[in-house]
Structure formats: structure tokens, C-alpha cells
């Protein structure tokens, strides 16, 4: 199935925008996935040192957030549209 | 002078014709430029976004503006800090910005706070206002804020941007708040960011209006929602903020899910 993604804030110009991933897969194994394909700038952003999803990274799908406790059982489904968005504080 | 309806002064002559053209706005009227005239607003710095903020927040005639912000301009500021004036570089940055906003609306007490917000000082800054709004450059700041603001049952508006990205939310009283998106002050997060003036002023006007709209009831704010704003796509989307229960902060104010 295929998984839409947009990464916002400091990783706005991340990619890849979409993957292909089996059934069943969870949004916590999407952002692994993206992490370990990915360079360090992206990773830090996605995870923790200990390889946890980071939680103050704010994750939605298809426009409802999804909160740190729910990521690891959240199953996606094809065509979900995931929005990855590192805090971002500038004042 | 109009009778005063909400407990929050009449309105002088002068100040019928100052706001005159926003009067007019549907759902506004006198009756909610009495209540932004009864109400006092905390702003958490006068930056790009914050002074943006009291701009629209003074000239549409909130009564009492607090501006908390410690340190002097300089002049890499200038690029998004429009109260501020290349002149008043070395001088207090609080300071220019009040002198400012008194030109622009004289009706306006002003007060000026040269600390920014701190574990002693967010009860005292929250307690003496009826709404806060969120606009330090360090999540730190604001998360106390937001701890200050749900703890003592006052709406605080947070308006945030990055580059090209602008977001702006509402924590109203029994809805979640910014400790839920951000359970800690994020590890990467870094004080100086890339910023356009524009980009900054724009969440800043619209944290105003947001201001506005829970301060009158103008218009529905964005209790639950966080709008984000992709400047450089022109995009903007609005997202669910589910209340979190574990919130350490809001958690036990969140009604349980059905």
C-alpha cells in the first residue's frame, strides 16, 4: 500500500513524499523506516537516541493528530496522507 | 459615552470614531469593543511575532497590553522586529515597543515588563491578565506560559513560526494545550531560526485576531486545532489536536473520551 508524507518545518525540504509498505504497517514503523533511509538531519528529527519515535515531533494523519502514545499501534491504510512536523518555536 | 453593558468602561467619543470602521465587523460591533477595552493581554515578547501581535492587538483597542521581554535591540532584530527603530539599537527592546504602541493608540495603558518569562516570574505575568499570548523564540517560555495559563484557567494563544512555516493555536480552558504536542522543550530545537519579517508578521497579526475573537466571541477560535501555514506553497491546513489525558499539564481538565 502507498503512504503519502509531507515533512513541514525544518525538514521542509525532505523527501521521499510517498512509500510503498506492507499491510499492517504501523505510523511509528513509517517513521522508522523514513529515519533509517534517511540522513542525520532528518533522523534526529524523527527519532530519539534510543530509537524511540522523538514526542514532541507532531505527527498527523490525514489531518488529525496523532498523539506519542498512540504511534507504535496506529496502523495506516492505503493512501493515508501522513504529515510529519518538528516543533518549530520562532517568535 | 456608550453604557457601559460588560463591566469594562464606556467608550469616549474619540474612540467611537477610532474604531469606527471595525465596529461595523459582523459579530463584533460595541459590544466587543467594550470587552476588548475591559480586557488585559500578556504578550511574551515583542519580536517579529509577538510585536506584530501588540500591533493589531493595540490599534484594535484591547484595554491593557503587558509586554514582557528582557534585553536590548540589536541590530540583526530589524528585519522583523518592526517595533523597533534603527535608532533604539542598545536600548531596551520593551521599551521602544510600548512608546510605539502608546503613539499609535493612546487609549491603551500600556505596561512594559523588561524579563522575560521565567519559573518565578510566569504566575505573577499570567495572573494579571486575561489572556496570553505565546511568542518567545524557546519552548521553555512557552511552556510555562502554557502551564501558568491552564493552571490559573486563562486562554493563552501560541502563534510559532520556522522559515517559511507559521502555526498558530489556541488553549482554551478544558481543551488541550501545548504541553500536549510538546510533552518537553524539544531537544533540537535552536534559539536563533531562520525568519522573513513577513512570515513572522503574519502569524503575529493572526494570533491578534485570534486574541480577538476568544477576548468577543467574534468568531469560533482554534480551541483543538492547530493551523499551520506553509508560506512558500501558499498552503495552510488545519489539524484535530486530540486531548491528550496523560498530558501532565491539562491532563485531568480533559474531559474522558465518550
Redesign the interface.
Known sequence: MQIFITF???L?QAGPNAVDVPEGTTLADVCRRLADESAGEVR??LLTVDGDI???L?V?VN???????ERSCRRLVDGDEL?L??????? | MIADEQGGGGLAPDELDRYSWQRSVAGFGDDGQRRLKAAAVLVS?V????GAAATYLAAAGVGRLVLAHAGNLRRNDLNRQTLMSTPGIGRPRVEQAAERLRDLNPHVVVETVPENATADNAARLVAGCDLVVG?????AE?LLLNAEAVRQGRPLVD???????A?LMSVVPGGPCLA??????????RRE?P?LGAV?GTVGALAALETIKILTGCGPPLAGR?W?F?T?AMTC??????A?R?CPVCGLACPAPP
Open positions: 513541514t518545518g525544518p521542509r534526529r528529527h522523538e514526542p514532541s507532531l498527523a489531518g488529525a493528530g496523532v498523539p506519542p502514545e504529515l512536523m518538528p516543533p518549530i518555536a520562532g517568535g | 515578547r519580536g517579529g511575532v509577538g511568542a518567545a523564540p524557546l519552548f512557552r502563534a510559532a513560526m520556522y522559515d517559511a512555516e502555526r500536549c504536542l510538546y510533552p518537553a522543550p524539544p531537544p533540537h530545537w531560526f525568519v513572522a492547530l499551520t506553509d512558500a491546513r488545519t489539524l484535530t489536536i486530540p491528550r496523560e
